[in-house]
């Protein structure tokens, strides 16, 4: 069975650009996470989707935003990114209900 | 909201040596403990979990006890190998539900051949 995949890789943008990260969970997996990895912050929780609704969101300014489509697959957003957005952005997929959250590989974001 | 204290930073051991990650969790609603593992260029990876019904948990050489009235969970690691090199995280959170995890700082670990 595929793992987690996120799309793209690596990105750079800079200052007051918006960026879009895609998610594809494991196959049967409904609920999507999505975490900000930083140095000094670790890893933070941003939001999670479960059925194309948002069930739980981080402390994250509003410039931080996400959805789920009907294949659970999901998106998140950062507009006017700022210096401080630069980390990994990991997504992670459950089944319904179930404890366990496996990680992709994450999204490098560069903000120069 | 729950706060996950993770102890020590770094550790380095002998090839051969044990390991052992310690953390504490503030929220006794908490109730399920999983550790991640962490190689360069990767996302996290699951090793092993607990639930606060379980005291211990082990899996070959790996091994998480739990004690929920100190709020304290550890992980073991025996007859450590190079390949078990990297950051270790553990997490908090309660479950069933829709309580995000919430992690540790994570613990970088060095294995010396």
């Known amino acids: 069975k595929a793992g987690v995949t996120q799309t793209p890789r690596y990105l750079i943008k800079t200052r007051g650009q918006q960026v879009t990260l895609s998610c594809s969970p494991i196959?049967?997996?409904?609920?999507v996470s999505w975490y900000q990895q930083t140095p000094g912050q670790g890893l933070q929780f941003l939001f999670e989707y479960f059925s194309e609704t948002q069930r739980n969101k981080g402390n994250f300014p509003g410039r931080f935003s996400g959805r789920q489509f009907s294949n659970s697959r999901s998106e998140m957003n950062v507009s006017t990114l700022e210096l401080g957005d630069s980390a990994l952005y990991l997504c992670?997929?459950?089944?319904?209900?179930?404890?366990?959250?496996?990680f992709g590989p994450g999204t490098r974001l560069t903000v120069l | 909201g729950e706060n996950v204290e993770q102890h020590p930073s770094t550790l380095s051991v002998q090839e051969g040596d044990s390991a052992v990650i310690k953390c504490t969790y503030s929220?006794?609603?908490?109730?399920?403990f999983p550790w991640y593992k962490q190689e360069l260029g990767k996302g996290p990876q699951l090793i092993i979990d607990i639930r606060s019904n379980v005291g211990e948990k082990k899996d070959q050489r790996i091994a998480v006890t739990l004690n929920k009235t100190a709020k304290h969970f550890s992980l073991h690691i025996t007859e450590t190998q190079p390949e078990d090199s990297a950051v270790y995280f553990c997490a908090a959170s309660m479950r069933p539900g829709n309580t995000p995890l919430v992690f540790g700082k994570g613990t970088r670990l060095s294995v010396i051949a």
């Open positions: 992670a997929s459950s089944l319904p209900s179930a404890d366990t959250q496996y």
């Open positions: 929220d006794s609603a908490s109730n399920y």
């Open positions: 196959s049967g997996h409904r609920s």
